[in-house]
C-alpha cells in the first residue's frame, strides 16, 4: 500500500485520476485509523447528534463540528439541507432524520444551512421566473420544488441585491425545516448557517445558531457561546 500524501483530489484532475486519488485517500484513512476506534460501535450506533447539511462542496460536516470518531455524528446531506420529503402526498420527516430519532436514540437535531447556498439560488430563480423548473432533471425538479414553496412561503423582501436576498432566505429555510422537526420529533432541535462569506460575522467556517425548535436560541447557550446566536432576518 503506498501513502502518497501529494496523491489528492484536485478540481482539475481527470476521472481516472480522481478514482486513484480517492483510493489513495482511503489508504491514507487506513494507515491513520486507531486499531480500537471501531470497538465500541462495531454492532450499534447511538450518534449524539443527527447533522443535516447541504451537500455543497464546500461545507464538510464532520470538519465543521471537528468530529472524527466513527459513531459520534449521523450526518444526512441533500441539496439545501431538507429535512423533509413528501411521501403520498403528505410533507413528513425525511428518512435520514426519522431514521436516527427513532432507531439510534439520538437526540438531537442540527439543521445546518450556508451562505451563498447554490439549491436556495436555484429555486430562488424559480421563483423569480429566471429559470423554468420544469427543464430541470426530475430528481432536481422534485428537491428543488420544496425549496420554491419554502421560498413562496417567507416573510423575506425578495428584492434587493441577489446574494443578501439568498443568504435570508438560507436561514429561513433553516428555521422552517428546525420548526418542521421540532413538531414531529422530541428531540432537541438546532439550526445553523455555515458562513464563509462573512455574512453574519468575519470568521470563515463559522456556523451561527439561528434557531431552536423550542424557542430563542439564544437561551439554549451559555453565555460563552451568546455570540455565536445572530440572525440575518
Ligand atoms: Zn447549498
Do not use: K
Amino acid at each position: 500500500m503506498s501513502l502518497d500524501e501529494t496523491d489528492t483530489l484536485d478540481e482539475t484532475d481527470t476521472p481516472d485520476e480522481t478514482l486513484a486519488e480517492l483510493l489513495a485517500g482511503n489508504a491514507r484513512h487506513v494507515a491513520r485509523a486507531d486499531a480500537a476506534a471501531f470497538d465500541a460501535v462495531r454492532d450499534a450506533q447511538h450518534p449524539p447528534a443527527v447533522s443535516v447539511c447541504c451537500s455543497d462542496s464546500r461545507v464538510s460536516q464532520e470538519g465543521m463540528w471537528d468530529v472524527s470518531e466513527p459513531g459520534t455524528l449521523f450526518t444526512v446531506a441533500n441539496i439545501g439541507n431538507r429535512a423533509t420529503t413528501t411521501v403520498d402526498g403528505e410533507r413528513v420527516l425525511d428518512g435520514g432524520v426519522a431514521y436516527p430519532v427513532t432507531f439510534t436514540d439520538t437526540g438531537l437535531v442540527a439543521i445546518v444551512g450556508h451562505t451563498g447556498c447554490g439549491a436556495i439560488t436555484a429555486a430562488y430563480d424559480v421563483v423569480q421566473g429566471e429559470t423554468d423548473i420544469a427543464d430541470l432533471p426530475p430528481g432536481v425538479r422534485q428537491d428543488l420544488g420544496s425549496l420554491v414553496a419554502c421560498i413562496e412561503r417567507a416573510p423575506v423582501d425578495l428584492d434587493g441585491p441577489t446574494d443578501a436576498v439568498v443568504d435570508r432566505l438560507v436561514e429561513h429555510n433553516v428555521g422552517e425545516q428546525v420548526e418542521f422537526v421540532a413538531s414531529r420529533t422530541d428531540a432537541s432541535v438546532y439550526g445553523f448557517v455555515y458562513d464563509f462569506h462573512h455574512r453574519y460575522g468575519d470568521r470563515d467556517g463559522r456556523t451561527y445558531l439561528v434557531a431552536a425548535g423550542d424557542g430563542d436560541p439564544a437561551d439554549a447557550v451559555s453565555t460563552d457561546n451568546r455570540d455565536a446566536v445572530r440572525s440575518l432576518l
